[in-house]
């Protein structure tokens, strides 16, 4: 009796043999989807933003607890409204006949209108036809254009790839660049998850460079060089260095000649330069304007501007856009050899054609309306409100969690986040252990518990042995900001009365 595995193919090729044998069927045992049997990687993914305290925090909420969510940088979330002109863009090309109506200029002003049939007259087929792989040529173009007017050189839209938000595009290059375990991506810490999620996904090796706290989060070389020399003795090979200017979840703000070093240093030990520089509108001090990679290598000029590979990467998910659930983001690609980006359009091309609607997005962010336009002012009106808000908030956030017993905080120089430094008294760190939980977690939680403000703990970012933190949005109406930061303030102080009993600390 032959025993035979339990799938079709097998019995058809039984019927095709044409001998007629009594088949015993096995139970399955192990199915690909099986949790045992998962591709190992996928489990070794750890997401803290959507971790443990969004779980509990969703739990309260349907038990009907208020609970302000501040885990996710996702602005419409918290109340944000959408800009009115490309919203009134996108309907006109979601709903073309509208255009045909003779009553449309009565609902939408005739710029909306005549942007509405340029970006129709960009596709081939409206927002329900695929576009290009690499997104509609029409508006790669108007975002080589706002490259260039940003940085003052030529960009080339066939080396602009638009993708379904910065995350896609973040994860198609990581995939292009890691081979296996033994390829590094240097990764700054505190990080944003999606690197180190991307990474155990791919099954590379992240390489933490350390920020330094006490130096408003800078980047030093000397950290790098020495995290290089690590990963290089434990036998990997570091490809690729990434850097998010400005930073989540610490908001700083990268300077020019810090920048400068970066790029050099990309060049002594050949390693691709990441750029996400998707918050490179929110900057809220005056003293270091953003100033993207790409402008930075340009101006050092050959050999290092024409050798240094970069990959840059923007989103309409964030600046006063917000407009996360869109879906919309680019990257642009410098100094790849034209093989590379040929093999990066062919893996493109599996899934397609990015989101149709968010390109557009994406057209309207880089080619916004100009002086004179009809929807100028209020485009202005509507934008600055926001950016201007997000800064009040971002000293609101910093100088509340500075006046709290053990807080200290640097300035949100830029981003959308506050990251303050949690001085955990011993006996909170013992009473954590006793729960069974990470200590910042456990303060996390229980501030969750008594004020209904979900953070997320900054173990989920990486930091320092021994030293705590959270991170928070600051993206709370303005309005409810005072109100937030007393709750917390009074959730701290008295946990930090409960746990501290005599314990003395310096404030950094
Ligand atoms: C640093 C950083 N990069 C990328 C992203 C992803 O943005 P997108 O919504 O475009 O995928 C985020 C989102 O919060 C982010 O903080």
């Not at 979330?77 to 045909?100: N, S, Y």
């Not at 240093?265 to 270091?288: A, H, K, M, P, S």
């Not at 970069?310 to 410098?334: A, D, I």
């Amino acid at each position: 009796m032959d025993v035979v595995p339990n799938y079709p193919a097998a019995t058809a090729l039984q019927r095709l043999e044409n001998t007629p044998r009594e088949i015993k069927y096995e139970p399955h045992l192990d199915s690909a989807l099986d949790y045992e049997t998962l591709n190992e990687n996928v489990k070794k993914v750890q997401y803290a933003v959507r971790g443990e305290l969004y779980l509990r925090a969703s739990e309260l909420q349907k038990e009907g607890k208020k609970i302000i969510f501040t885990n996710v940088g996702n602005p419409h979330a918290l109340g944000q409204k959408p800009l009115t002109f490309p919203r009134q863009v996108v309907a006109l090309c979601q709903a073309p006949f509208l255009l045909d109506d003779p009553n449309v200029g009565l609902l939408f002003p005739a710029d909306a209108i005549a942007r509405a049939k340029h970006y129709l007259s960009l596709t081939s087929g409206g927002l329900g036809a695929y576009s290009d792989s690499r997104g509609i040529p029409g508006v790669r173009k108007e975002v080589a254009e706002f490259i260039e007017r940003r940085d003052g050189y030529p960009s080339d839209p066939e080396l602009i790839f638009l993708t379904d938000g910065a995350s896609k595009g973040v994860m198609q290059i990581l995939n292009c660049i890691i081979r296996g375990q033994g390829d590094g991506i240097l990764v700054p810490v505190p990080q944003y998850p999606l690197y180190s999620a991307t990474i155990s996904l791919l099954g590379g090796s992240l390489v933490p460079y350390y920020l330094e706290e006490s130096a408003n989060w800078g980047l030093d070389i000397d950290n790098l060089r020495e995290s290089v020399a690590q990963a290089r003795f434990k036998g990997i090979t570091v490809r690729a260095m990434v850097i998010i200017n400005p930073g989540n979840p610490t908001g700083q703000c990268l300077s020019e000649a810090n920048l400068r070093e970066i790029l050099n240093f990309c060049y002594q030990e050949n390693l691709v330069l990441l750029g996400d520089e998707v918050y490179q509108q929110n900057i809220y001090q005056d003293e270091r304007p953003f100033i993207s990679a790409r402008k930075v290598l340009m101006d050092m000029g050959a050999p290092i501007s024409k050798e240094v590979q970069l990959v840059s990467f923007h989103t309409v998910s964030k600046g006063y856009w917000g407009e996360c659930g869109q879906r919309g983001g680019y990257f642009e690609m410098t100094n790849l050899p034209p093989q590379t980006v040929d093999e990066i359009y062919k893996i493109a091309s599996i899934a397609l054609s990015p989101n149709v609607p968010a390109q557009i997005f994406m057209g309207l962010m880089v080619n916004p309306l100009k002086p004179g336009d009809i929807s100028y002012e209020q485009f202005v009106r509507e934008s600055q409100g926001i950016l201007e808000s997000l800064r009040r908030r971002a000293r609101l956030m910093t100088d509340g969690f500075n006046s709290c017993k053990n807080v200290v905080c640097n300035f949100t120089e830029g981003a959308m986040y506050s990251f303050p430094q949690i001085r955990l008294p011993p006996k909170a760190i013992e009473a954590a252990k006793k729960a069974g939980k990470v200590p910042d977690v456990f303060y996390c939680l229980k501030l969750l518990e008594a004020t209904g403000i979900s953070t997320v703990p900054g173990s989920g970012f990486g930091q320092k042995e021994g030293v705590f933190h959270l991170r928070t949005t600051i993206l709370p109406a303005e309005e409810d900001m005072p109100a937030i930061m007393s709750s917390f303030k009074k959730f701290n102080d008295e946990f930090m009365d409960q746990y501290e009993n005599n314990w003395n600390h310096s404030r950094m």
